[in-house]
Each structure stands twice: as C-alpha cells, then as structure tokens.
T-cell receptor, first 113, second 116 residues
Framework: AQSVTQPDIHITVSEGASLELRCNYSYGATPYLFWYVQSPGQGLQLLLKYFSGDTLVQGIKGFEAEFKRSQSSFNLRKPSVHWSDAAEYFCAVGAGYGNKLVFGAGTILRVKS | GAVVSQHPSWVICKSGTSVKIECRSLDFQATTMFWYRQFPKQSLMLMATSNEGSKATYEQGVEKDKFLINHASLTLSTLTVTSAHPEDSSFYIC????????????FGEGSRLTVL
C-alpha cells in the first residue's frame, strides 16, 4: 500500500522568499503524484500532478515540483512566495487511473510580511 | 471543466438524527467517487470508494451501517450519516475521477457537519 510523508507540519517564510515543501512517498510501482492546496474551511485545489515524462512539472500559481525516483520524493517549490500562498498543502499519491489517493499529513504555510 | 459540487456546504443537526450529503459531478460522468473525512488540523482520510450501480467499498475501521453511501447515477453519490453523534462532526469531502485515463481526482468544496 502506498503512503506519504510530509516531514514539516508548519513552515514560515517571508514574503518574496523561496519555498520548498517536502514530500516523500512509498509505493512499489511508478506513482501518480499530486500536490493540493487547501484554504481554511475550503475544499482542495490541485496545484500540479505527475504521471510520467518530464520529472519537473509546472503547476498553477507559479508552483513547480520535481519527481526524484531515487529519493522517492516529490518536493514542491516556488521561487517567490506571496502572502496569498498562506494555506495548507497536501501531497498525495495514487496507484493509477481513478484510484483512491493517499494523503500526507499536510504542511501549513505561513507567510510573514 | 471537471467540477464537483457538494451540498450542503455546512449542516448542524441534533444528536441521533441522520444527515445526507450530496456529491455531484456537474460536467462529467464519474463512475467512481471517493469520500474523505477530515478532522480539524488533520489530513484527509479515505472513508469509502463509491462505484456507480454497486455497493461501496469501505476502508478498514469505517462503519458501513453508520455511513451509508449510494451512487445511483453517474453524476451523483450521497453519503448519509445515520444516527449522528458529536464525534461524527467533521469536514466531509468527496472526489470524482474522470472516465478518461488521467488518474486525476477532482474534489468538491466539502461539507462541514456539526452534531450538537
């Protein structure tokens, strides 16, 4: 069974600074990997996904993530954080088409001005 | 495209009553929908997989008689919390997959249940 680890519960960065949120997964085959963002009391919005091909994927809102098979990682990055990026971020792994997702515990991002 | 809508967005009910939450795929057909539960400050935990026209598959530890799931059409799945108690208070989120082989899930906006 697949699993996801997000080692950082909280991260605080200054507005304009770069950001990296860590995600490690466990899965026996090539995973489907996702990053979602959730604002308080809201549903989830997909930031980006990786299925195959180029290991560096671009998403919405200036986010990108890199799939590193050797490290079983799929870290999320943004070169310059905006105050509106403050939210909770979830990494998720799926086993394939239409398959259920397993979510990490989430990382709460705080942005200080 | 690929919009999933949940209703109601929030509901307050008395202990012992039943509450139904609807999940609709507005612009696509979803043969499979998933129901997640999220406690405050925690991650999403899969409760069950709902397949159109068949019985739902529940995750270990989820009471199927407590959380009734019906997926009667390709655009609608319902979750009924029966005889709700305060410990059932939570944020319930559904998701649906496209029939195309994208592997991607689309999430509803969630339904917050508060049981008094």
């Amino acid at each position: 069974a697949q699993s996801v680890t997000q080692p950082d519960i909280h991260i605080t960065v200054s507005e304009g600074a770069s950001l990296e949120l860590r995600c490690n997964y466990s899965y026996g085959a090539t995973p489907y990997l996702f990053w979602y963002v959730q604002s308080p009391g809201q549903g989830l919005q997909l930031l980006l996904k990786y299925f195959s091909g180029d290991t560096l994927v671009q998403g919405i809102k200036g986010f990108e993530a890199e799939f590193k098979r050797s490290q079983s990682s799929f870290n999320l990055r943004k070169p310059s954080v905006h105050w509106s990026d403050a939210a909770e971020y979830f990494c998720a792994v799926g086993a394939g088409y239409g398959n259920k997702l397993v979510f990490g515990a989430g990382t709460i991002l705080r942005v200080k001005s | 495209g690929a919009v999933v809508s949940q209703h109601p967005s929030w509901v307050i009910c008395k202990s012992g009553t039943s509450v139904k939450i609807e999940c609709r795929s507005l612009d696509f057909q979803a043969t499979t929908m998933f129901w997640y539960r999220q406690f405050p400050k925690q991650s999403l935990m899969l409760m069950a997989t709902s397949n159109e026209g068949s019985k739902a598959t529940y995750e270990q530890g989820v009471e199927k008689d407590k959380f009734l799931i019906n997926h009667a059409s390709l655009t609608l799945s319902t979750l009924t919390v029966t005889s709700a108690h305060p410990e059932d208070s939570s944020f319930y989120i559904c998701s649906a997959s496209l029939t195309e082989n994208t592997g991607e899930l689309f999430f509803g906006e969630g339904s917050r249940l508060t049981v008094l």
